[in-house]
């Protein structure tokens, strides 16, 4: 398997910290979710570093890139990273969190996005969900559970609802996929970043019409069914966009399934 070079882009007294692979001229950037951190794309990276340049960087106060202090966009330290790559479009394939990222970018700077590739994306400006009853419950647990400082069931809840589905039996994604989870939220949690945090303020949902670039949504089918049902519409109001569902699957697919995630993209591309 072709091993990763690091690389660091500087933004003030902050240190984004990423990875590359390959050297292709076709560049795919990898943005990870909410509840995880670069190390969730190595699968995927590892299946797409033969044919394309793949980056993958830790957004700021994730993973090793550290938050900083004072206030910051991830939509501008995206910008950042690009510029280190060079101005050849990329690829941007996004989850949840990341996918919102991405959106903003391919809305601001269309000339910079080749394609977007998106899973379950978070979408900037849109309106507050209505939770089925599965969803309702974790919400709920999720909350007693910070409130009370319980740091040990708010991971296990947060693994339970983001890795394994809502709707699903706890326990249904197997390690090694369960270990990386855990540690990866576990991580997340003890930072203690605030919701929103990074936001680019933009209304994407009201604007998506105006996003011309190619773009596939994906998502599990076992994922929270707000998100699935957001996704949809999300496809179907982008104007050059399909939709693609992810058997078997809840909100990390590429944690699941790796290559199958790589093949997702590389046919997309």
């Not at 076709?26 to 793949?54: E, I, K, M, N, P």
């Amino acid at each position: 398997m072709l091993a990763p070079k690091p690389f660091v882009v500087t933004r003030g007294a902050t240190r984004l910290v990423g990875e590359r692979w390959g050297e292709a001229e076709t560049c795919v950037v990898l943005l990870h979710a909410g509840v995880a951190d670069r190390r969730s794309w190595r699968g995927v990276a590892a299946h797409l570093a033969d044919r394309f340049q793949v980056i993958a960087y830790d957004l700021r106060g994730f993973g090793e890139s550290e938050p900083g202090n004072g206030e910051f966009s991830h939509l501008e330290d995206l910008a950042a990273v690009l510029d280190h790559l060079g101005p050849v479009p990329v690829c941007l394939v996004g989850s949840s969190l990341g996918g919102g990222v991405a959106l903003d970018l391919a809305l601001r700077s269309a000339e910079r996005v080749a394609s977007l590739v998106l899973f379950a994306p978070a979408i900037s400006g849109s309106p507050e969900p209505e939770l089925d009853p599965a969803t309702k419950r974790f919400d709920e647990l999720l909350g007693q559970a910070a409130r009370s400082g319980d740091l040990a069931e708010t991971i296990r809840l947060s693994l339970w609802l983001w890795l394994d589905g809502p709707r699903e039996a706890e326990g249904r994604v197997p390690e090694p996929a369960r270990r990386l989870a855990r540690d990866m939220i576990g991580d997340i949690e003890r930072r203690g970043l605030s919701e929103g945090t990074g936001a680019s303020g933009l209304d994407i949902w009201s604007r998506l019409e105006e996003i011309p670039v190619p773009a596939l949504v994906a998502c599990g089918d076992r994922d929270v069914p707000f998100l699935i049902n957001r996704s949809q519409e999300l496809a179907s109001r982008l104007p050059q966009a399909s939709y693609m569902v992810l058997p078997g699957t809840a909100h990390l697919p590429y944690l699941e399934q790796p290559h199958a995630v790589a093949d997702v993209v590389r046919r997309f591309l």
